[in-house]
């Protein structure tokens, strides 16, 4: 398993804002389960669902993602299916803005944009419904983790064909050795994570 980041290793990739003391970092980090070689053979899989289950862990985790933009106009915030659609529906209520889910092919009933993306383990597509999003709207995306960064690179893409003003994109872990936040940074978004781990 690689070695966690936090303190000032988390600021490397993320700086965490002078609240983000390490208690809440470990708090996190004890809160996210590692299960060893799945989805395949030598992938450390960072599981949240312990982390959602934790009552004081989810609580802020939720408050530390939402601690940035408070106070400020966001219209939209816009969940990955499926994690991304828990923490981005907390979030939304937080910032009293809207919820924009973006699912996998074949799950939206009304008119939908659609782009592929490339996943760790192949390419698959992602939808969202054409009237979600109005042009010039301040959005977040909000997704569990970020790793080789294609789910979320097309999920930005998706979102700029729609004409949205992306503020930043949230995830709870960051996997840095994997590239995902440099892609991002690379299409001008503000990427903002609170933990990270070493490897895959």
Known sequence: MGRLLFGSDCERTEPLGADMDQTMTETLLNSIRTI????????QFRDITTML???RAFRRCVDELVQPYAGTR?????GIE???FILGGAIAHQLSAGFVPIRKKGKLPHDIVRVAYSLEYGVD?????KDAITPGQKVILVDDLIATGGTAEGAVKLLTQMGADIVAAC???DL???GGRKKLEELGVTVRTLVAFEGD
């Open 53 to 55: 289950g934790n009552p």
């Open 36 to 43: 060893p070689d799945y989805p395949k053979p030598g992938v």
């Open 125 to 129: 597509e992602m939808e969202m419904h």
């Open 171 to 173: 995830f709870v872990i």
């Open 82 to 84: 499926a994690r991304g």
């Open 74 to 78: 966001i219209d939209q915030i816009a």
């Open 176 to 178: 840095p050795d994997l």
